[in-house]
C-alpha cells in the first residue's frame, strides 16, 4: 500500500437516545434519535492514525448531565475503546497520531493512555474550549477529563502539534483537516485518502440526512457555519457524519 493511502475502520465506542430536535433543527418534536458515538483508525504500513479516542472509564458526570437534559433515556452507554483497538491488532502503544472532533469528553476520554503518540491538536478549538473559561464550557470535565488535560499539558507537551485549519490543512501525507465550526469551536472535518477515494468524518452532521436535506443540527452554535460545512461537503462520495448509527463498524 502507497504510504500516502490509507485503510479506515470504523468503531463504535459508546450510543445515546437524544430529543431529535437536538439532530435536526426544530423538527422532530416529541421522537428521539439514537446517536453511536465513533472512534476512526486510519493505518498503513508506514503508520496510523487515531481520529478520537473514546469516552473516559469513568462517565458518571456526563450521564448526569444527559439526565438533567432529556431524561434516563439519554444516558450514554459506553464500550471500552482500548480494548476494541486491541481486538483489532493495535494496541495503545502501537498510535503513532491521534487528533479529535469535536474535543468532547467521548473523543478525549482516553486519551492519557497512548503513551508514544502525536496529538494534533486544532489550536482555536483548544483555546476556545479548553483555556478560555465561559458560560459554553462552565462544565469543563465534560469537554476534556480532569486527568487528560494534565496528561496533556504535561506529560505529552512534548508531542502536541497545535496546528490551525481555516483552510485544508495536511497533519501527515495523506491526512487533512478542515475546521468546519457548526457544532463546537473544535470541530473539524478530516479528509482521508483510501483506496476508494476521499473519505471524510466530522461532526459538523449528526447523521447524513443534515447534509442530504440541508438541515442543521439543533445543538449547533453556529447554524451558518453548517450550511457552509454542508455545501463544501456535498462534493464528497463518501462523508461520514460523526453520530450516524449507518457508519458503525465500517472498513473502507
Known amino acids: ?23 435536526y433543527r426544530m423538527s422532530g418534536w416529541g421522537k ?8 476512526l483508525l486510519a493505518y498503513n504500513d508506514e503508520t496510523n492514525f487515531l481520529i478520537n479516542t473514546g469516552m473516559p472509564k469513568n462517565i458518571d458526570e456526563r450521564n448526569t448531565a444527559m439526565v438533567e437534559f432529556a431524561g434516563e433515556r439519554a444516558k450514554f452507554i459506553s464500550i471500552d475503546s482500548i480494548h476494541l483497538l486491541s481486538e483489532y491488532g493495535f494496541d495503545a502503544a502501537d498510535i503513532r497520531n491521534i487528533s479529535f472532533t469535536p474535543i468532547q469528553d467521548y473523543t478525549t476520554g482516553r486519551a492519557n493512555e ?10 482555536e478549538g483548544w483555546v ?3 483555556v478560555v473559561s465561559g458560560h459554553h464550557n462552565s462544565d469543563r470535565n465534560l469537554f476534556i477529563p480532569e486527568n ?31 475546521w468546519v465550526g457548526c457544532h463546537h469551536r473544535s470541530s473539524l472535518a478530516f479528509i482521508i485518502n ?3 477515494g476521499y473519505i471524510v468524518f466530522t461532526d459538523a452532521s449528526f447523521k447524513s440526512r443534515n447534509i442530504d436535506n440541508f438541515i442543521p443540527m439543533g445543538i449547533a452554535e453556529n447554524i451558518f457555519e453548517c450550511y457552509r460545512a454542508y455545501d463544501m461537503l ?9 453520530y450516524d448509527p449507518s457508519i458503525s463498524e465500517l472498513e473502507f
Open 128 to 130: 476556545k474550549d479548553i
Open 148 to 178: 487528560v488535560l494534565k496528561y496533556l499539558t504535561f506529560d505529552a507537551r512534548e508531542r502536541i502539534h497545535f496546528f490551525e485549519a481555516v483552510t485544508e490543512t495536511e497533519l501527515i501525507p495523506g491526512i487533512s483537516a478542515l
Open 1 to 23: 500500500m502507497a504510504k500516502n493511502v490509507f485503510k479506515v475502520k470504523v468503531f463504535k465506542v459508546g450510543q445515546s437516545d437524544v430529543p431529535a430536535p437536538e439532530v
Open 194 to 196: 483510501t483506496d476508494n
Open 32 to 39: 428521539w434519535e439514537k446517536l453511536h458515538f465513533h472512534m
Open 114 to 123: 497512548f503513551k508514544n503518540a502525536r496529538y494534533h491538536i486544532l489550536k
Open 234 to 242: 456535498k462534493p464528497y462520495e463518501n462523508v461520514l457524519s460523526a
